[in-house]
């Protein structure tokens, strides 16, 4: 194997040149299907062609740049990420783990090497959430769970995502010839979205599995009534039983802390009725953000939801109106043998590395229903994300793109080995 | 004494006439300084004046009718309310307490018989909230509560209450002009706003006291981060420390519940940030209403709310960045001597009767200021009150109209007499 070594400054270079491309008034944003979206991937693709990559848009709407391999083999190793951005998003969700892929070809190409496999740059359409109410619609494509009902959504403008997709060069053939079936292995690096690696002072994360999320539904009704009036024993208090319902879920969760498969939940949403501050609470509707790496634990943390929820109903004597799931998704395991890979590059540059959960979605999730899949964490200051303050520093991230480099090298070389 | 008797279908007959004077679109509302407020005040000047009253507006904004006495006595009895309304409020809250007034001046025409003391029917100004953030405007006025900062205060079209004074016709007298001190007693008839009454099947209530209000606004400053990626332990999650203040102050009030001083507390409004769905809630701003008929307790649940706030920010390790008294009423006893009155009355009358502490405020907590004041409930259905479906029965009115007069006559008759 040429010992051939990714440029830090180069990659660092290129970040900040792809997050320069934000809508001014909002750093920093480039949301899928905008102006500005299409301006990042114009940039994505002219660099992509320079480090010897050929360009294409697939039915899907993914932005891929390809670099045949240096023996005929069929199957394809895939890297990449996205490079749309929430709304007031950072600089890293996303485009670190597509320039990681760049800075790989790049690395190859001054190497004047290949791989033995063809190797796929890609930037996935749309994993964050956008006009069409639909998240991950590039890896979804790509791994054959994107359906006629999701392309026939519409934007508030009343375009439909078929459209839409049309509209960012994914042209007519059918979405499923997006389908692939062709991939020996996908491998995405991204930032944690977390405090652990900065805590414990890792170089990198491994991820062993990306979570599962249920959303849960859950609304109290009580009776609205005169908070100077209403004697104590007659009040039928939504946000008291709401606070109930919030605090034994806590506790549940400290309950199984650090215990397996991983299980976090969240109250981030409230919305109480008339919410005047001289009148009792009639009314409250939450969301439950529920996640677990093991599919049977979601569901049997759905159940609890459910039962935690009766009992506060029941204790301030309000009724459970509604405990139902919005959405659901399910766990995806990373691949072992991928896995091993990027443990032993880590081992081998002398890093500091653990296996890791992902508490957030990732396109990887998607892919892993049609191909081995990998990801690769890099630390996030204070775990912010989603966030202006979004941050990892140049040599973090070099590190990252580094185990990367190295693992596909190796992934390379060992899969599809004629056997003796 | 003469055996008048006030006439039942006559004084619902009124209530039935000013309340249908509403918004058409949201019944049942009369802002106070709306269109429709001065309509309902028109009729009722109409009919002070068809029952012998001479009719006035003070200066504070108040309606006055005024039927001299059959003694040369300084002093005057003071019967009424307030016919503004809450948007989309009942028929009963305020007006009905006008109603007995005006059916009591009726009751004496008919009877042609006057008190010994001037009586005076009053519909005060502006005691519901209205568009100058500023409650029991009227009642303030009467009792020198009403300074130079609360006149200045403008609507939301820049009108300031002084100039809102003038076009109720309120004239241009310096405010204080409306200052009373010749008020030998004031007798306030009021819906309960709350179930006592109807549950424990009494006729009417005898107020003992009018509670004071202290409202704290609570704000938790915890940390916003990604609801999949934060372990619990480095959460800092502002709604379960909101959680867990409302349910310990529940508790609190648990734990003194039916004792003396009575008090109640409510949190009756929430608001999160950024209450979205998959992130952990950064900061909460809570709304405390806090009510006691004892000033003392008032001060001393100021400190406890404060107390569990920080106990509550502390153990999910968040910061209490505010506890803060937005706005403070102190408590009103009722005058002993009129509430003997009442009660003597109702036992005459054969009523099944209760003392009570009213958990609203009311223009005769302001009275009580410059005259001996009292307050008779009558019975609200299902205790619902600041609603369309505020309800109190003709009969259970009429008993509380009854009640009022014969207590009105007792105190007329004896107040005021010289000593041998």
Redesign the interface.
């Known amino acids: 194997m040429v010992e051939a070594r990714i440029n830090e400054s180069r990659c660092w270079g290129w970040l900040m040149q792809l997050a320069e491309l934000t809508d001014p008034e909002r750093p920093w944003t480039r949301r899928a299907f905008s102006d500005r979206h299409a301006e990042g991937r114009q940039w994505l693709a002219a660099r992509m062609r320079e480090v010897g990559l050929t360009t294409s848009i697939d039915a899907a709407g993914n932005l891929i740049g390809r670099l045949p391999g240096s023996e005929p083999l069929p199957r394809t190793v895939m890297v990449g990420s996205h490079s749309d951005t929430v709304a007031g998003g950072g600089r890293f969700d996303g485009i670190a783990g597509v320039i990681a892929g760049l800075e790989i070809a790049a690395t190859l190409k001054e190497g004047a090497t290949r791989l033995r496999h063809p190797l796929e740059v890609v930037d996935f359409l749309a994993e964050e959430p956008n006009e069409f109410g639909l998240s991950c619609i590039g890896s979804r494509g790509m791994a054959g769970a994107l359906d006629e009902s999701m392309l026939a959504r519409t934007n508030p403008a009343g375009v439909s995502l078929r459209e839409g997709l049309v509209a960012v060069g994914a042209g007519t053939a059918p979405h499923d010839a997006a389908i692939r079936h062709d991939i020996a292995g996908f491998f995405e690096l991204h930032i944690?979205?977390?405090?652990?690696l900065e805590?414990e002072q890792r170089d990198v994360g491994i991820v062993t599995h990306i979570?599962g999320?249920r959303?849960l539904a859950v609304i109290f009704e009580g009776q609205a009534?005169?908070?100077?009036?209403?004697?104590?024993?007659?009040r039928r208090?939504a946000?008291?039983a709401?606070?109930?319902?919030?605090?034994d879920l806590?506790q549940s969760?400290?309950d199984i802390?650090d215990r397996q498969p991983f299980v976090?939940a969240?109250?981030?949403?409230?919305?109480?009725a008339p919410?005047?501050?001289?009148?009792?609470?009639g009314q409250a509707k939450l969301?439950v953000?529920l996640?677990s790496d093991n599919a049977a634990a979601l569901g049997a943390w759905t159940d609890r939801v459910r039962a935690l929820a009766g009992a506060a109903a029941a204790a301030a004597n309000v009724r459970l109106s509604e405990c139902r799931v919005l959405s659901a998704s399910e766990p995806a395991a990373c691949a072992p043998d991928l896995a091993i890979q990027l443990r032993a590059a880590a081992e081998e540059l002398g890093l500091k590395q653990r296996d890791i959960v992902?508490?957030?979605?990732h396109d990887a999730a998607f892919l892993a229903r049609v191909a081995p899949s990998a990801m690769l964490f890099v630390p996030s200051r204070g775990?912010?994300?989603?966030s202006a303050e979004e941050w990892t520093e140049p040599a973090e991230l070099g590190k990252g793109v580094a185990t990367l480099f190295r693992a596909v090298r190796r992934f390379d070389s060992e899969c599809d080995r004629a056997r003796d």
Do not use: K, W
């Open positions: 944690e979205q977390g405090p652990v805590q979570v999320i959303r009534s005169h908070a100077g009036t209403t004697p104590l024993g007659l208090d946000l008291v709401s606070a109930r319902f919030v605090m806590r969760l400290e802390r976090i969240t109250v981030g949403e409230i919305h109480i919410n005047a501050p001289n009148v009792i609470p969301t953000d996640r992902s508490g957030a979605g775990g912010l994300s989603h």
